[in-house]
Every structure is written in C-alpha cells, then in structure tokens.
C-alpha cells in the first residue's frame, strides 16, 4: 500500500475550527482542479511514492496529536481511505482537506473533513458535488474562500438552498482569497447579511511568506 506523497511536515494549522494547533501536515500529489487563486500548484505532479509504514514513522516522529492530510486533492488516491483509518487507530485526530469535488463517503466518520466548496472565481464552481452536503457528519466542517462580490452571493446561495442537508452544528468558514479580497471587507459583508459564519483568515500566511513550502 502506498501514496504519491508531496511533503510531510510539522506546522500550524491554519484554516478551520482547529486553527491555531501545532499539525502534521501529509500533503498527496495530485488535483483534478485548477483554481484560478491555487497556492498548491507544486503539488500537481511533483511527489515520491510512499509505503504506508514510511508515512506513518514520519508522522509519528513529530509526537503530534493532529494530523491533517491535504493537497492537492487527497481523494483522488485509492489508498488515502486506508491512510486515515490507520493514522486513526493510532488515537490520533484525522483531519481531511478535500476541495468538495469528490465523494467523502468513502472515508471514516471519525475523521474530520473540512469541504472547501469552490465559488465562481475559482473557475471550477461546477465541479462542487453538492450532494457531499448530505454526507456531512457532524465532526466535519464547510469551507468557502470568497474572493469578491459574487462569491459571497453564490455561497450565501448555496447555504440558503441546502442549509436543511447538513447538521446545524457544522462549522461554515467563509475565507478571503489572500491578497485579493480585504478581511475587513468580507467581515462587512457577513455583518451586514447577518449570516452565521465564521470568518477565516489562512493564518499560516499571516504567519510565514505565503509563498513558503512546508508551512
């Protein structure tokens, strides 16, 4: 069993409810999308391929509790699944980063999973699978990254349409498009509406050169 590993790495979490927490990231190669905002590209191809007992003795030796396994999009690997039942079975917190293209059925309901839907900007708004919204458990978290006007609108859309599908409780983040969209302007725009969301910013970008690998 093996994956097309990226990086390993130790770091801060930096966009979701668990912000701010020492993580280990394992960032797969690989994405079927291509957004126009994406600060990955080095993840479309390049990687090694990886046994599963490689990738958990590099995780391990960072002695950290949380584990977040991104990309890239980490789905498009058949032996990512498997990847996170083992890292759960060690007692370790799984969270999974998924652009919300692919089915997250498929993965344990232990494991957070952190959907991050794409509005218009992206250019790849028509690859959403809306129908992940009803897989959400209530562990798993909603992300938007808004970077003008008609984001806003689209995902204020999609949440009007579809709140009913998943839990309450579930965490929605709604996230500037850094360097392209002022915080303070989409922190207007959520106060004005009113909408229950929470506004996050990519704090490992506020905190290191948002162009830095393995941060």
């Given at each position: 069993m093996s994956l097309k590993v990226n990086e390993i790495f130790y770091s801060i979490q930096g966009e979701s409810s668990y912000a701010g927490r020492?993580?280990?990231?394992?960032?797969?190669?690989?994405?079927?999308?291509?957004?126009?905002?994406?600060?990955?590209?080095?993840?479309?191809e390049e990687g090694l391929d990886m046994e599963l007992p490689l990738i958990l003795d590099q995780v391990f030796s960072c002695r950290c509790p949380l584990v977040e396994i991104t990309g890239g999009e980490p789905l498009l690997q058949a032996d990512t699944p498997p990847l996170i039942r083992r890292l759960l079975e060690k007692n370790l917190t799984v969270l999974l980063e998924t652009n919300g293209s692919q089915n997250i059925q498929r993965v344990d309901d232990r494991c957070i999973k952190i959907v991050d839907l794409k509005?218009?900007?992206?250019g790849m708004e028509k690859r959403n699978?809306?129908?992940?919204?009803?897989?959400?458990?209530?562990?798993?978290?909603?992300?938007?990254?808004?970077?003008?006007?008609p984001d806003f609108e689209f995902a204020r859309h999609i949440l009007d349409e579809h709140r009913k599908l998943f839990p309450e409780q579930t965490p929605v983040h709604f996230s500037p498009v850094f360097g392209e969209l002022e915080p303070k302007r989409l922190a207007q725009w959520i106060l004005d509406e009113r909408l229950e969301v929470r506004l996050q910013l990519p704090l490992h970008k506020l905190l290191w050169d948002p162009n830095q690998r393995g941060v």
């Open positions: 020492p993580c280990v990231f394992i960032r797969l190669t690989g994405c079927n999308l291509r957004c126009s905002y994406c600060d990955t590209r080095y993840a479309y509005c218009p900007s992206s699978d809306l129908e992940n919204l009803g897989r959400l458990s209530s562990n798993d978290e909603l992300k938007f990254v808004i970077g003008d006007r």
